[in-house]
């Protein structure tokens, strides 16, 4: 696998935050500003885009766990997710019944079926080149491996890891500088499984400007536990940690502690 030596700088899972506590407070271009001062904060939702379950490269380990792995140096250049495969095998099918709109095409006339068929498979081969472009501008990959002797599961919504960025603020805490939003639909909950061995990728933005060094890590929702990934150099508007008066995208969506993954989630 070519990613593998990318991984290998792995050095361990704990962050120490003691050794970390004034981190952003030298080399500032500019004051900054506490979080009152940021009205309407920048706090954004937080994009994910998963691949599929593969086997998990070799890390140099502290301990069997689950781990959350990254490499700040390697970006996306070739990434598959789970969406693009899905509509890439439906360009692919052979037969209606093999189609996921098998009952639309079916409810054309019997003279038209063919054409609709064909219709469909190259409009899913189309949105599989589309995603295939989107995932792949230098994103940041992130990877969730098992690499404990147990099967060990995640919750999931609409197949995407529940996670978000953290950073340290100027007094040396963990803030989030994302959010996650959960769907309201109940049937878009879900476990991912993982043997030992398997890994999953997903890719997300991290921010690469702004007036505050900082460090990061990424927190992510395990089985009624949280779990974080080693911590990485970054760059960020301060204004990032603040969700004050933020735009969602609904009304009275402001997001809350769970949406931080401040707290655990009701029901997980």
Not at 152 to 158: E, F, R
Not at 169 to 184: E, L, S
Not at 228 to 248: A, K, P, W
Request: aromatic share 10%; hydrophobic share 35%.
């Amino acid at each position: 696998m070519k990613h593998i030596p990318l991984i290998l700088i792995f050095i361990g899972l704990s962050s120490n935050c003691k050794s970390e506590r004034g981190i952003g407070m030298k080399d500032r271009a500019t004051p900054i500003a506490s979080f009152s001062d940021c009205n309407p904060g920048k706090m954004e939702r937080i994009e994910i885009n998963p691949g599929t379950i593969e086997k998990a490269p070799s890390v140099r380990l502290q301990k069997d766990s689950l781990l959350i792995v990254v490499d700040p140096a390697f970006k996306t250049v070739d990434f598959i997710s789970a969406d693009e495969l899905f509509f890439r095998q439906e360009s692919k099918v052979a037969t209606i019944g093999e189609h996921s709109l098998s009952s639309f095409i079916r409810d054309q006339k019997e003279e038209d079926q063919a054409k609709e068929f064909e219709k469909q498979k190259n409009i899913s081969g189309h949105l599989a080149d589309s995603i295939h472009f989107e995932n792949n501008k230098g994103q940041q990959e992130i990877w969730i491996l098992n690499k404990s002797k147990q099967d060990m599961v995640i919750p999931c919504s609409d197949g995407m890891p529940v996670a978000v960025l953290q950073g340290l603020d100027k007094h040396g805490k963990w803030q989030p500088v994302n959010y996650y939003w959960f769907n309201w639909c109940g049937n878009s909950y879900s476990y991912l499984s993982f043997k030992p061995g398997e890994a999953l990728r997903f890719i997300t933005n991290i921010p690469n400007e702004g007036n505050f060094k900082t460090k990061f890590r990424f927190k992510l929702l395990g089985n009624k536990t949280f779990h974080y990934s080693n911590t990485f150099d970054g760059v960020i508007d301060y204004c990032q940690f603040s969700d004050r008066n933020i735009n969602t995208d609904c009304i009275n969506c402001k997001p809350t502690p769970q949406n931080k993954l401040e707290v655990l989630p009701n029901g997980w």
